[in-house]
């Protein structure tokens, strides 16, 4: 048998993914040339068996481009960019794909800089080149520089458009996304998916809900947990239990995440014998899906079923964590929450938070305030909280004092002007309340809403009743 027939031998078990056929293959050969090692090489690295791909590329007597591009590829479908560097800068002279790899490697690795620096540095790009870089651009938010390289490219095709799809939808930016839709040749499931996220994620809720149920040819599991969160938005109204009912009748099948978002929803709008036979069925339960059938069961009341889910959950989070916490509040049991809170391997400011409500809401306002003073770091949420604390005791002035303090710390929010109005009111200090509603706009550019007005309309009216 020539060598030929021997690589074409050994090429056979390659495509079959046959390694202990190819190595047999391959000791037994009589002879070896540069095809051989290199089909040898590909099939280990096709493998994720890098070391063995290594030991080949070693072993060649004569080590080609293609050999060379074999290896740096197999590196880049690993991400691992320091070891693909090394074979780049070894080899004598590169082509479109040495570069091209050599960016998959810097994108998949993480390295988002890298992929961008060896982009400019590539002496020519492909369409294979520009769509990476045109995607790692639009994944990170660089949508003006994804939108320059897809209007310098010559030659455009469905996975170019797709990924600029992506991007716009990612922002929420309706506008752009339905432009580049409108304006693809040809759609696939990618595409139709990207302009319903569009839609969502633009807020166009009742617009996402009519692309779905009419304008999209084709859907999978990914569509629908999209439209499951999507009805989490309108918990309550007829039409979304419906509509939920209608979509879980024709999935075809649920995957772990759709499950999840099922779960969530129905314990959003208290259904909790749904959420606890969707659970049921679950044939695994992520994280995810513990903490969503235990907010379930936290949203009801405080019994023995939640206190035995709690002892099951395999592992904690924050999440779960947080979710009893907030339990424990609602519910005004402030010695169990003050005992959790405690037991939490970590806390986050939302953690300090809920328990700040929890002793101002029963009126302890000094052990409150003395969570709030120990808080490693105060955010907006937790300032407003502690204003709100104060203003239902009735120390206006050091809810006032908090609003103040909230300035130095970041741009205070709507909530944390609305809480400072409400403070304002109560106080009965109509000029430092219109003071507060003219520098919402003159000095953090935020439009007063319905909910500023009516505290200012009821400072008033409780000016009027002094008078």
């Excluded at 800089?113 to 294979?128: I, K, T």
């Excluded at 938010?141 to 490219?153: F, H, P, Q, V, Y």
């Excluded at 990612?170 to 040809?186: D, H, I, N, S």
Aim: charged letters at 20%; aromatic letters at 8%; proline letters at 3%.
């Amino acid at each position: 048998m020539g060598l030929s027939q021997w690589n074409s031998l050994l090429a056979a078990n390659a495509r079959r993914k046959n390694l202990d056929g190819v190595k047999s293959v391959f000791d037994r050969m009589p002879l070896r040339d540069a095809i051989s090692y290199t089909i040898m090489l590909n099939a280990y690295a096709r493998s994720a068996r890098i070391e063995l791909a290594v030991e080949i590329f070693t072993q060649m007597p004569h080590k080609d481009l293609v050999a060379s591009n074999s290896l740096v590829e197999a590196f880049a479908q690993l991400g691992h960019l320091e070891e693909a560097l090394r074979v780049f800068h070894a080899m004598p002279l590169w082509d479109v794909v040495t570069w091209t790899s050599l960016l998959t490697a810097s994108i998949r690795g993480g390295h988002a800089e890298a992929a961008f620096s060896v982009f400019q540095r590539m002496p020519a790009w492909d369409l294979v080149s520009s769509t990476a870089m045109l995607a790692e651009y639009a994944d990170h938010g660089r949508l003006e520089a994804a939108r320059d390289i897809l209007l310098a490219m010559e030659l455009r095709d469905r996975a170019c458009l797709n990924a600029m799809l992506a991007g716009y939808a990612k922002k929420g930016l309706l506008e752009e996304a339905t432009r580049v839709f409108q304006g693809m040749p040809e759609l696939d499931l990618i595409s139709w998916n990207s302009m319903l996220l569009a839609l969502v994620q633009g807020g166009s809720y009742a617009e996402a809900q009519r692309f779905f149920n009419e304008a999209m040819s084709q859907w999978d599991i990914v569509s629908a947990t999209m439209m499951l969160n999507l009805f989490s938005q309108m918990i309550g109204s007829e039409y979304q239990a419906a509509a939920v009912a209608a979509l879980c009748e024709s999935l075809p099948v649920h995957d772990e995440i759709s499950s999840t978002a099922l779960l969530s929803l129905h314990a959003q709008s208290a259904r909790m014998e749904e959420a606890k036979v969707v659970f049921d069925l679950m044939p695994d339960h992520s994280l995810a899906a513990w903490n969503a059938i235990l907010a379930a069961y936290c949203g009801n009341n405080l019994d023995e079923a939640v206190e035995r889910l709690w002892n099951r959950i395999p592992v904690l989070d924050l999440v779960s964590w947080n979710t009893m916490l907030g339990a424990y509040i609602r519910e005004g049991r402030i010695h169990e929450s003050k005992r959790l809170f405690d037991a939490m391997p970590e806390k986050n400011p939302y953690s300090w938070t809920l328990l700040v409500y929890g002793y101002a809401q029963l009126g302890l306002l000094e052990r409150a305030l003395g969570v709030f003073v120990a808080m490693p770091e105060k955010d907006l949420v937790a300032l407003t909280a502690m204003m709100d604390s104060y203003t239902r005791n009735a120390a206006f002035d050091r809810a006032v004092e908090i609003f103040n303090e909230a300035k130095l710390v970041e741009s205070p929010d709507r909530a944390c002007f609305a809480s400072a109005l409400v403070a304002c009111s109560h106080w009965g200090r109509v000029g430092m309340g219109m003071r507060v509603l003219d520098s919402m706009e003159r000095d953090y550019g935020l439009i007063p809403g319905e909910q500023h007005y009516r505290c200012v309309s009821d400072l008033w009216a409780r000016a009027a009743e002094r008078v």
